[in-house]
């Protein structure tokens, strides 16, 4: 059973940077047709996409906020990582990460999320 | 693409048939998933490609639609199927979801 984990700052300073990690746990990171997801939902609100990285580390990302995110991974350690520079209150969400299932090259689904972290943007 | 989820609020009773509409601003094939969210836990794949069952998912549940309009139905609505269900577009850049369907007592 393929788990998930986000990790790290709860609280993070007006233009300061976000960083989160999520640990994959009970399959490698590097096996599969899988892009590994960040997604967000601040609170009260619907879910956005930020970006997903392959394993061989191609990204693509959400144009919303592609000038300020950078998604990365480490298959050594089984993690991948989320980068959000110059956070204001809007930054303030849920960040969950998430297996992307593909089938050939065409995206089917998101099958396996983290439970979510709350990072919060306040001075 | 934008993804209108129609009813934003839906209330229902156990044992009802519910079915919920995703509009998208264009076509998008059949690459459309649908996902259940309860209050503080993360979305649960329910349906992909319009109309497949994910694995373990009760079959109370069901896809259809192709192009730009979907439907998610529930035969028989139970108690824990009272959640916010979620469209999502993965056949264009970027990824899309719906605003939501609440479906409350």
């Known amino acids: 059973q393929v788990?998930?984990?986000?990790?790290?700052p709860g609280l993070v300073k007006p233009s300061q940077t976000l960083s989160l990690t999520c640990t994959v746990s009970g399959d490698s990171i590097s096996?599969?047709?899988?892009?590994?997801?960040?997604?967000?939902?601040?609170?009260?609100?619907?879910?956005?996409?930020?970006?997903?990285?392959?394993?061989?580390?191609?990204?693509?990302?959400?144009?919303?906020?592609?000038?300020?995110?950078?998604v990365s991974i480490d298959t050594s350690r089984n993690q991948f990582f989320l980068r959000v520079t110059s956070v204001?209150?809007?930054?303030?969400?849920?960040?969950?990460?998430?297996?992307?299932?593909?089938?050939?090259?065409?995206?089917?689904?998101?099958?396996?999320?983290?439970?979510?972290?709350?990072?919060?943007?306040?001075? | 693409i934008q993804l209108t989820q129609s009813p934003s609020f839906l209330s229902a009773s156990v044992g009802d048939r519910v079915t919920i509409t995703c509009r998208a601003s264009q076509g998008i094939r059949s690459y459309l998933a649908w996902y259940q969210q309860k209050p503080g836990k993360a979305p649960k794949l329910l349906i992909y490609s319009a109309f497949t069952l994910q694995s373990g998912v009760p079959s109370r549940f069901s896809g259809s639609g192709s192009g730009t309009e979907f439907t998610l139905t529930i035969s028989s609505l139970q108690p824990e199927d009272f959640a916010t269900y979620y469209c999502q577009q993965v056949n264009n850049y970027p990824l899309t979801f719906g605003g939501g369907t609440k479906v409350e007592i």
């Open chain 1, 88 to 123: 204001t209150v809007a930054d303030t969400a849920v960040y969950f990460c998430a297996r992307a299932l593909f089938r050939g090259y065409q995206l089917l689904n998101f099958d396996y999320w983290g439970p979510g972290i709350l990072v919060t943007v306040s001075s």
């Open chain 1, 31 to 70: 096996s599969g047709d899988y892009y590994w997801s960040w997604i967000r939902q601040p609170p009260g609100k619907g879910l956005e996409w930020i970006g997903y990285i392959s394993r061989s580390g191609s990204a693509y990302y959400n144009p919303s906020l592609k000038s300020r995110v950078t």
């Open chain 1, 3 to 8: 788990q998930l984990q986000e990790s790290g």
